[in-house]
């Protein structure tokens, strides 16, 4: 069974910082890549950054990228989302998620999910 807790969120005013945490425990976590989605009121569940647990490679989709940087500390078993230059358009209910397997980050693709930390940007 794997846990993974956010903590972080919180209200900030536009063009503010913020800094999530997720962190992992279980005696089988053993990650492939590590991620973030984001659900904003009225809106699907969208995939923000991912980063793969072995290499560090990031991933980010394109409108957080040069914003938003995903980072993860192997021994700690958290990854982080700094998050810079924040908009209205952030506001959403932000999910750290795992998945054990390569390939896209597709919801259906996702194993591990968090319960979700509030992120509100006051214009």
């Known amino acids: 069974q794997v846990h993974l807790v956010e903590s972080g969120g919180g209200l900030v005013q536009a063009g503010g910082s913020l800094r999530l945490s997720c962190a992992a425990s279980g005696r089988t976590f053993s990650p492939y890549a590590m991620g973030w989605f984001r659900q904003a009121p009225g809106k699907e569940r969208e995939f923000v950054a991912g980063?793969?647990?072995?290499?560090?490679?990031?991933y980010y989709t394109d409108s957080v990228q040069g914003r938003f940087t995903i980072s993860r500390d192997n021994a700690k078993n958290t990854v982080y989302l700094q998050m810079n230059g924040l908009k209205s358009e952030d506001t959403a209910v932000y999910y750290c998620?795992?998945?054990?397997?390569?390939?896209?980050?597709?919801?259906?693709?996702?194993?591990?999910w968090g319960q979700g930390t509030q992120v509100t940007v006051s214009s």
């Open positions: 980063i793969s647990w072995s290499a560090g490679v990031a």
């Open positions: 998620a795992g998945k054990t397997r390569r390939g896209n980050w597709y919801q259906d693709q996702v194993d591990y």
